[in-house]
């Protein structure tokens, strides 16, 4: 298994033996905000958490996404997944990066489940987020190009408004055992 996490300690390593459990049922699992028992940190600002949510529904529209949580940085893969993908291909950065990845999962078939995680401020370490990663997670057309639903690729990105500008940041904390949402 190959999991894929944030290096400043905002996802703890706690979770990883229940992902890994869940792992071998399916191909992919997503460490989830926006599911059944997932949750955001209460010091955020309504307008981080309204970014965070906003961003994820916009990606979900665009390109048909089925999973809750577009932009989760949280993953655990089986190896034969990761092959399947064509990762030679990949042109994103940022949060982009995680919207083409769930893209190409889904449009690869892989099996995907969201395990709900508490999603906790950093502990350590500083955003590396900048005006030029958001304005590409929310302008950038590249993504909604390789929607299967020809009518959402031909929707045109909408221009960012100053709050999305803003820091916007992923950050995870353990939660206990708890159904999945299989996407």
């Known amino acids: 298994r190959i999991f894929e996490m944030d290096a400043d300690f905002s996802h703890p390593v706690g979770a990883i033996p229940a992902m890994l459990r869940l792992a071998e049922s399916c191909d992919v699992v997503v460490g989830s905000r926006y599911v059944r028992g997932g949750s955001l940190d209460r010091r955020w600002s309504r307008g981080r958490r309204l970014l965070s949510w906003g961003g994820n529904q916009y990606a979900r529209l665009l390109t048909g ?24 291909d990949i042109r994103s950065q940022g949060y982009n990066f995680q919207i083409e990845m769930a ?10 489940v969201e ?9 350590r370490g500083t955003s590396k987020m900048t005006p030029q990663i958001a304005l590409e997670a929310f302008c950038n057309g590249d993504v909604a190009k390789m929607s299967p639903n020809s009518a959402r690729a031909r929707l045109k990105p ?26």
């Open 158 to 183: 909408v221009v960012p408004t100053l709050a999305m500008l803003f820091e916007i940041v992923e950050m995870s904390a353990w939660a206990p055992l708890r159904p999945v949402r299989e996407v």
């Open 103 to 112: 893209m190409r999962c889904q449009r690869a078939g892989l099996r995907v």
């Open 115 to 123: 395990f709900p995680i508490h999603f906790a401020e950093r502990s």
């Open 65 to 88: 996404l089925r999973v809750q949580d577009a932009t989760a940085g949280f993953k655990c893969f089986r190896r034969e997944a990761l092959e399947a993908l064509p990762l030679n």
